[in-house]
């Protein structure tokens, strides 16, 4: 009975599929997108991952979005325009509207930053969407921080991840997760986009995680020019605010994060939280431009870091590690994680990011290394792929 | 010698007032806006409080922005549309563009969420913007709380500062101010547009005001329709989130809010921080609808709150109060705020909230009750009017 009913939702699903190929016509069951903001109806999704957008613009000659691959949009007689795209991947997707050659957020959309800007986003429900749900749980906190770089004389702002039960029991200390974005994108986007309180507060209620703090810094943006702005008042006299994207620039240097990160950074989440300010309890991982900036950052400075997670920012090759013997006593885990589509049919994965990211991990962990590789089924280099990262890496965290 | 130069001063301001008033000309010193995001040049605001829009619509027929009495946008040869408005009040102001008809927000501005929508606004610099700017001083915390309501059914949203040095003392409690924001806007206002977080740093730093500890939650939202959105997985089976805005409509029926404040909200801050889990500690406060909540909410539970600030949201009468023994015993302060020029020639102001709010406010403290009128100089409707209103009555907090 069960393999009848399995060959019958395949057949289906086949037939669905191919159907929907032969005719182009989307499946009519669309329903309002989860990243929508309050009382708005539209973007919607529907059980093929396709996102349908209705834009008022009664006097607009053209309007589409930046999927590629999306249908014209066609204007009603109310003055809205309708329009679709193909198939998207499960998970969230940044993007933009055009009104006769004006690039502009989705007014129906919530905003997010992400490719330098904070604009609109569309969130396809994913079929493992409950790791992530927002439950009846214990909650940690999301904590918005400001504090003041003496070393770069800048006004630096972060977000703490504190777990469930931080503030019942003032004795307890915590490891810590060094926790960063990729290009384009912000301190903001953990625990917006990223969900990782919720993640963390879903896997330690099950008990498959242990609790420890999140600290998520501005690692820099190597694509966006010009100062953050601040609030409406000048900062104090000469200081600038997180600078550390510096002049822009396509260089992907890391050094004025590198500096902020180990010199500001690391000595105000110890001094101000209740950390294990020790090597043993801090990990670090980030995704793309973090997961190079995890890398480069924790290989040179192995007494700082003991656990290492790189999401789509390459892997780290035995030919990396300068003393195997000193990587092996002071490294706990190296996770490597990576979207399927990243990966593709010739495993050319890590978008150049220094060598087969499968291959490098499997030699990492025949060198006696605990090394892991983890690959997100079916998404690309996006925030599923980064969400399911952090959900199969926190477990292994600081385990004794 | 000094008074010749503020005579010089003078002049000069009179004389650019009068030829602007003449020839319409904007001045020509225009600054990028401190709302804007990183790295856009565009709104600029000059030193008259215009602001200057630029928006790329190579193929637009027309671009206009929602502030009235603008100048009509032009389109350059690069297929950038520039318009600016008429000098606006310092401080913060929503706004939209219209590109063909469609009302979207400006791409270049950060967002907030006011008038029913996540949005554009800009930030007309304020010349005393000094107390709320970003200084090198001791910072609070703005934490982002998620916690259930068993009552409700319903996840529930809320942030909360918690004063510096918060963590460094297990045993220090805390007084409690509930802020709320007001139609149209949401947990995220006070936060964000409102500077609350930056106010009180300030004023504690320079021994100004007590630290308390500020909750901020959703009070609902009369003009917005629809399930507030909450993250791509459902929720707990049933439950909805921050249901308080009920189906919408002009009601102003703040039932839902003030039980979900009195059985829900409070308990959990008294449960989840360290507080002074009594009347003596905790205030009510909140702008224009939110003003309205405070004033029904406190003169209903005066054994649960002992101080009320009223921000552009009405005033209390006298006649207001049943029990004036009882009143004078219970309550410490009442704070009445608005702006200027809500007040007008004819001191009409109130927006019909309930009687004349100076003229009442006078009244009380005829009677006996510590009651202080605050007017906010050259400010109307807006968030700077509100600034303003934490500002002065924070000091007058917790005295004893």
Chains 1, 2 share one sequence.
Not at 3 to 31: F, M, R, Y
Not at 56 to 62: F, H, R, V
Not at 104 to 127: C, M, T
Request: aromatic share 12%; hydrophobic share 35%.
């Amino acid at each position: 009975m069960k393999s009848k009913l399995s060959l019958i939702t395949l057949a289906s699903i086949l037939c669905s599929q191919l159907c929907l190929a032969q005719t182009n016509e989307p499946v009519n069951d669309w329903k309002p997108a989860p990243s929508n903001q309050q009382g708005k109806q539209y973007p919607q999704v529907n059980s093929e991952g396709r996102v349908k957008f209705r834009i008022m613009a009664p006097k607009a000659q053209t309007v589409s979005v930046s999927f590629r691959d999306s249908s014209p949009f066609t204007k009603g007689e109310d003055g809205a325009w309708v329009g679709y795209t193909r198939p998207l991947d499960e998970g969230f997707h940044y993007y933009t509207i055009n009104i006769d050659g004006a690039e502009v957020p989705d007014p129906n959309s919530q905003f997010f930053y992400g490719s330098s800007r904070w604009g609109s986003a569309v969130e396809v429900p994913a079929k493992d969407a409950d790791f992530y749900a927002l439950k009846n749980v214990p909650h940690g906190q999301l904590r918005e921080v400001n504090y003041f770089s003496q070393s770069g004389n800048t006004n630096r702002h972060a977000f703490i991840y504190t777990p469930p039960g931080y503030d019942r029991n003032p004795r307890k200390r915590y490891p810590v997760l060094y926790l960063q974005h990729g290009a384009g994108e912000d301190e903001t986007g953990w625990g917006r986009q990223g969900y990782a309180g919720l993640i963390m507060d879903n896997l330690i209620a099950e008990g498959k995680a242990k609790p420890f703090i999140i600290a998520m810094e501005y690692g820099g943006n190597p694509f966006a020019g010009g100062p953050r702005p601040t609030n409406a008042a000048p900062a104090a006299a000469g200081a600038t605010n997180n600078a550390v994207a510096g002049p822009g620039g396509r260089a992907f240097n890391f050094t004025a994060f590198e500096k902020a990160l180990l010199e500001d950074f690391i000595p105000y989440v110890d001094a101000n939280f209740r950390t294990y300010a020790d090597q043993p309890h801090r990990a670090m991982a980030g995704l793309s431009m973090g997961g190079m900036q995890t890398r480069g950052i924790t290989l040179a400075h192995l007494d700082t870091f003991s656990h290492i997670g790189v999401f789509s920012g390459g892997s780290i090759a035995t030919t990396n590690i300068t003393d195997m013997v000193a990587f092996k006593k002071k490294v706990k885990l190296v996770f490597v994680g990576y979207g399927s589509r990243e990966l593709g049919a010739n495993r050319s994965g890590g978008r150049g990011f220094g060598g087969d990211p499968k291959d490098n991990t499997a030699a990492l962990k025949a060198s006696g290394i605990n090394a892991v590789f983890y690959e997100s089924a079916d998404t690309a280099h996006e925030w599923q792929s980064w969400r399911r990262s952090l959900y199969q890496f926190a477990p292994l965290l600081f385990k004794d």
